[in-house]
């Protein structure tokens, strides 16, 4: 099983790029731009990553990624990754990037996509990757500034595939960003927003009616709500659940406990991501693994999910079929 899911095309709709610095490079980024961190070893940051919840988590995210400073660091986080993922069968990577969290450090928004751009065309035109781009919004910050940072971002819209919503779900809710998401949608921006992890299935519902979303990151709240589910089914919306990072968070106390298995009963469209592999564990062939020793799911299940994310992934309808 672990050589079919080695070799299994993988496709990943959830990723947050700057989650997947590791702390070998988060040291190596530090050194090179004389800063300091909280940690003196690989190890002790390591060690450091054990989270009770997403602010647990969020808190280490932000300080991890103060590093980056220079187009060339956003360049080196992203190819390492493209690598490291293609090195595990990935061929397609949806990446959520976090401009405010840069912008409020003082490195400009140009800063952050030439490296992040740059690293997705040699990708694209060398590892045999597709990447698609999502710009999120901080859901923790202000409405305003995240639609002024939108109103910033004019020379890249054509770039984007999608705009986001992460961060701090809880009292967050969707409705916060209607003004954000109605302005994406009059540009023509697809929207996705995170819902269901921490927060409410109500929050999913209100994604959907209020943000006009087209895809759920997380979504597994959504059990809690009959109404939601029927929603989600009826509709196949996708969700983007990330089974590695619910444990890490403690969404679940245990992967055996996940819902992935009564979701997948339900008939949702379930798709499997890594969300911040640096900070929970490991990434695609880890989390698809995993899933094949908690829930014993056969090649037809991987298969399966597979296809749903290839059908969801921000990519040209050429791709999507060579990679079906
Ligand atoms: N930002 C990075 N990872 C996140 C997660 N799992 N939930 C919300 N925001 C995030
Ligand atoms: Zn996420």
Redesign the pocket.
């Given at each position: 099983m672990q050589e079919f899911l080695r070799n299994l095309p993988k496709v990943e709709l959830h990723l947050?790029i700057?989650?997947s610095l590791e702390p070998e490079l988060m040291f190596a980024l530090a050194q090179r731009n004389g800063i300091e961190l909280p940690y003196t070893t690989v190890q002790e940051a390591k060690d450091a990553y054990h989270f009770n919840d997403?602010q647990g988590?969020?808190n280490l995210?932000f300080q991890g990624m103060s590093v980056l400073r220079n187009e060339e660091d956003f360049y080196d986080l992203a190819m390492d990754y493209f690598k490291r993922a293609r090195g595990e069968g990935v061929v397609h990577i949806d990446m959520?990037f976090?401009p405010q969290a840069h912008l409020q450090r003082g490195v400009p928004l140009e800063v952050v996509m030439a490296g992040l751009l740059k690293a997705k065309q040699e990708a694209e035109e060398g590892l045999d990757l597709s990447i698609g781009m999502i710009m999120?919004f901080l859901r923790d910050r202000p409405a305003e500034e995240a639609l002024h940072v939108l109103e910033q971002a004019a020379p890249y819209w054509k770039m984007l595939d999608a705009i986001g919503l992460?961060?701090?779900?809880q009292n967050n809710p969707p409705e916060k960003f209607v003004e954000v998401f109605k302005r994406a949608k009059q540009l023509g921006l697809v929207r996705v927003a995170?819902a269901g992890?921490e927060g409410p299935a109500e929050y999913i519902k209100e994604a959907l009616d209020v943000l006009d979303v087209q895809r759920i990151?997380?979504g597994v709240r959504c059990l809690e709500s009959d109404e939601v589910v029927e929603r989600l089914r009826s509709q196949q919306v996708v969700l983007t659940v990330?089974p590695l990072?619910n444990v890490s968070?403690k969404v679940v106390e245990d992967l055996r406990d996940h819902p992935l298995p009564k979701l997948l009963a339900e008939g949702l469209k379930v798709t499997i991501s890594s969300?911040?592999p640096a900070y929970f564990g490991g990434g695609m062939l880890t989390n698809h693994i995993a899933c094949a020793e908690a829930f014993g799911w056969d090649e037809a299940v991987f298969r399966q999910l597979t296809r749903n994310a290839i059908e969801e992934a921000f990519t040209t309808q050429q791709r999507r079929e060579e990679l079906l």
């Open positions: 947050h700057e989650g997403l988590f969020l995210y959520h976090d999120a992460d961060s701090a779900e995170h992890e990151d997380h990330c990072s968070l969300d911040d």
